[in-house]
């Protein structure tokens, strides 16, 4: 195989380094010019022969890196063969082995090297300098400072918190060269966004010196800040006052700049908190809180975050750990409802909080109660109705203590019967062991709202009480979803499965475009479920679009999967959720 042609090309050589035998290179002046060189340890990849103890292997190593002897016309053809089974990388050459007498030439030779085109390497450094009119057709260069700054944006993660890393945007493009790090400096932008956690690897925090210059470059933008552990339920975070009151008090010196907020409530410590004045944080827009939800720790100074933010539309508490005995949310957060337009809780609260909170917000467009408690219950003569026209979306959840005690109250029929939501598009009623269709149908009917999906999620309500519901959102229904617990029967009986089913003369939801299921709502289907999702695949001229089919094994009902994979195979997209085997698969 011939050699590659490089016997007329440029060779240059450090003389300082080869003298103390620890650096040597081997590029063509093509591959320099161009940068597209790689030179991998010949000894560790399999092709040197020279193991570290040869006596010629300092004078060719550069960390773990091999270089070639010197490169005359006629060492290269003499050794064509040598090379030849290291030609299949065009990217490095390792060298033959060679004798210590050789060494000495070729340091001999180096000098006289060096001097004969001083353009090339640097002879203190051995780093390589470019030409003037290289630097001057570089592309790069040409760039304008406002066209560099939109790349570096490009460069911050999308829909996240950008990381103090040197690996990453914006502190890797800072560090490239002057130009760039002052383009970068000049950037507040660039500078407007931060996650806090401990290093994976050191476990530390940033020093707040590193916080408090970010931030700085920021300028007058506002901040997002995530000040949490990338997984909240990692207990090998821990947490010392210490460590973090600094970067709290640094948080806290600029909380007139926050604008979206996630905290770890772990991290909240209360003498910080005392520095936050009366005016808190004016530009405020959504605050996240993650972690326990012992509110107990936490004092009234916590609702001056938010005390005159005149943005501030939307708050979450995602709750972590044992849930708390005594809810008193409303008592303790004293947040501004009449402009929130988002609320999500996780943590416990009761029936009259969550129908408070409801009345309270006017402009509410996204709801979810994840963890309702029985508590008190409202007496029915005092229950007015609120209408929120500007809901979407409302998720309301039993808490799972209430659902495994078996109580004996209606949870969700009291604040069905207290609102009205004519623009709802999204309900999803989850854990309620005493299903009312009375206040289903009472919700529905006052509010006329043009719902297009529904989750019903382990409630004990009957096929009959499935079947009012389905008639209810028949004409509007695009997404339905059914999960049953395994204490109560399945709703979908061949019955109603057959009203699903495609007909000319009329059929329920007809604008179904995805349904999900689990084993025991088609627990007595004996594939008359797979039958419906065929005779709508074949017949509809809305066809269903996605299947999503939880059960324990697959063989479990083989006649429904194998109905759905040939289809799949026809464009329908079926998901297979194996929870004995906790194996996902998604078929397109």
Known sequence: MPHPSYANSRLSFSGKAASQGSFTHFFTSEQLESG?????????????NAPPTHPGYGKYALGNSYGPPLASPSYITASNKSFAPMMQNTNFYAPPPVSPSYIGALDANFSSMQMSDPRTFSSTHGHYRTYPEAKKSRA???MTKELCGIIFLRCLPDGGYARPSRLAAPLSVSQVCRRWRAIALESPKLWCSIHIMRNPRARHFPSPTLLNAWLT?????????CFAPEDPDDRSHRTHSAEIKPILDTLVYFINRWSNVKLWTRY????SLKHISSTGAPRLESLELIGPSDFKEFSTRVSNIWAASPRFKEFKMEHRGAPSTSPEFLTIFNLPFQQLTSISLSNTVSVIECIRM???????VDCVFENISVGSLPHPSNAKVATLHNLRSLELTVDLLEFDNHSRHMVLAPILNTIKAPRLQSLVLGSEERWSQQAFDAFMGWSRCPLESLTLDMVSLTDKDLEKCLHRVSNTLTHLKIHTGSDHPS???????QKLSFDPRGFYCPLLKTISVDRQSILVAGGAFGSMIKSRWYNSGRRLRKVVLEIDTKTEHYQDVRRLENMQREGLKFDISERNNMVSRCFY
């Open 140 to 142: 790069i260069h040409k």
């Open 217 to 225: 470059r920021a300028g007058k933008q506002p901040l997002d800040i």
């Open 36 to 48: 597209s060189f790689c030179v991998p340890s010949a000894h560790e990849s399999g092709y040197g």
């Open 491 to 497: 709703p979908l009986r061949p019955a109603l499965l």
């Open 268 to 271: 909240v410590n209360m003498s």
């Open 358 to 364: 409801l009345q309270f917000s006017p402009k509410l």
